[in-house]
């Protein structure tokens, strides 16, 4: 798949702009990435961003917050129709989540000027910065800040495990941390947002398809455990004079499994700091961080309730004190219904896919769940045959892959064409 460019230059075709991207940032070790927010990976990814989109002829911009953008046409004209995703990563992620959605974009553009299509409305492509939170423990601080569900103050805080801060690492990488707030003007001018993303689950495979829509995203939050006891000698202390935080926080972690399963929802303790984090010492604080997303609210709220209360009693029993915080949360994202059939009405009528397509429910947090407040916002997954995400097992064969490329052309030329 390749096209050329209004500068007339050859512009790379799906798989060469994946080339380039697969060794940024990725550990010989686990195989995984490790491109984390206004860090050496990071830079290199959007340095690749910025190549794509000027070798295309396209606007290159980046907003007060760091996110990139490329425009064909003038986004001042408003009714924008925007693509993209992320280019940052989990702690040794996977290839696809996220990039897949960024070079799908480029690539989806390709086809469309392959087929002489004409725009009506101006086209942008998006990769919005620390999706992921690895780096600062908040996820979507681009799109939160751009949409204003979080403050300046709040992002002014945010600290990562050196002790280094947001706005330290932004001004290091060369971007104005003075700059960062809600940037309403940006998005009046979009008509639509649409994300393709690959599936982080195996309902696609399940069914036999390769593209899905997304119907809504589950409501989800990350909350803090502080388990607090008397740090001893390991080898000199009796087990009944212990105050030791890591058998609360173990006790917790069991209950958030089965919590998690009575209410048919998912509760993950996936972060854990210890103090003094020594072999032969009884732990003073054992810090683990709770991720929990559920179908809706009330079953969410029913498992976290449950998740605490559990804590309280093993801290009790223990001897060792406990406080809960909640850092984020996310309720319930139902994406626009209008923009939603409009993606499977051109899906299936489509010029290059003519496919039928599910629509689906997703547990993962997106950018696109973050914009939906402000802008008519959609989804599209393509399948993932492990079902294997944030992780390097994550994967999508090439046909699927192309397929979602078609499929997202599609849905651009049905959105802004003349």
């Avoid at 990814?45 to 002829?57: D, N």
């Avoid at 212990?242 to 917790?252: C, I, K, V, W």
């Avoid at 854990?272 to 609210?297: F, H, Y």
């Avoid at 003519?354 to 993962?364: C, K, N, R, S, Y």
Wanted: charged share 25%; proline share 5%; glycine share 14%.
């Amino acid at each position: 798949m390749r096209a050329v460019s209004a500068s007339g230059c050859d512009a790379p075709s799906f798989n060469e702009m994946w080339r380039q991207l697969l060794p940024i940032g990725r550990s010989s070790v686990s195989g995984g990435y490790r491109r984390f927010a206004w860090g050496g990976a990071d830079a290199d990814c959007r340095g690749w961003f910025e190549e794509q989109a000027r070798g295309r002829g396209l606007t290159y911009e980046v907003d007060r917050n760091g996110n990139q953008w490329a425009w064909l046409g003038d986004p001042a004209d408003g009714d924008a129709v925007v693509t993209g995703s992320h280019l940052d990563s989990v702690p040794d992620g996977g290839a696809f989540d996220g990039p897949l959605g960024v070079v799908s974009a480029f690539a989806a553009l390709d086809e469309l000027r392959q087929r002489g299509v004409r725009f009506g409305k101006p086209l942008g492509i998006v990769n919005f910065g620390d999706e992921e939170g690895a780096r600062f423990g908040l996820a979507c601080v681009g799109s939160r800040l751009t949409a204003g569900v979080l403050t300046v103050e709040q992002a002014h805080r945010l600290t990562d495990g050196d002790g280094i801060t947001l706005p330290q690492a932004m001004e290091a990488a060369g971007y104005d941390p003075d700059a960062i707030g809600p940037d309403p003007e940006r998005l009046d001018r979009i008509g639509a947002f649409v994300e393709l993303h690959v599936e982080q689950g195996r309902a696609l495979d399940l069914s036999g398809d390769r593209v899905g829509i997304a119907s809504a995203i589950w409501p989800h939050g990350r909350w803090r455990f502080d388990f607090r006891g008397e740090a001893n000698h390991a080898g000199t202390t009796r087990l009944a004079d212990r105050r030791d935080p890591m058998l609360s926080y173990a006790g917790t972690v069991i209950a958030a499994r089965r919590e998690a399963e009575l209410a048919g929802a998912v509760a993950t303790f996936g972060k854990i700091a210890v103090e003094p984090n020594g072999v032969n010492a009884i732990p003073s604080l054992v810090r683990g961080w709770l991720d929990s997303r559920a179908a809706d609210q009330k079953s969410l709220d029913t498992v976290v309730d449950g998740v605490r209360e559990a804590a309280r009693a093993h801290a009790r029993e223990h001897g060792v004190t406990l406080d809960v915080e909640r850092e984020s949360f996310t309720p319930v994202v139902e994406f626009d219904h209008a923009l939603r059939d409009e993606l499977a009405r051109i899906l299936g009528t489509g010029t290059g896919t003519g496919i039928e397509v599910p629509v689906l429910g997703t547990g993962a947090g997106h950018d696109a769940g973050i914009l939906s407040g402000r802008v008519p916002t959609a989804m599209l997954f393509v399948r993932n045959p492990t079902g294997v995400s944030h992780s390097p097992a994550e994967s999508a064969t090439e046909d699927d892959c192309v397929a979602g490329v078609l499929a997202l052309a599609d849905v651009l030329e049905g959105l802004a064409r003349t």
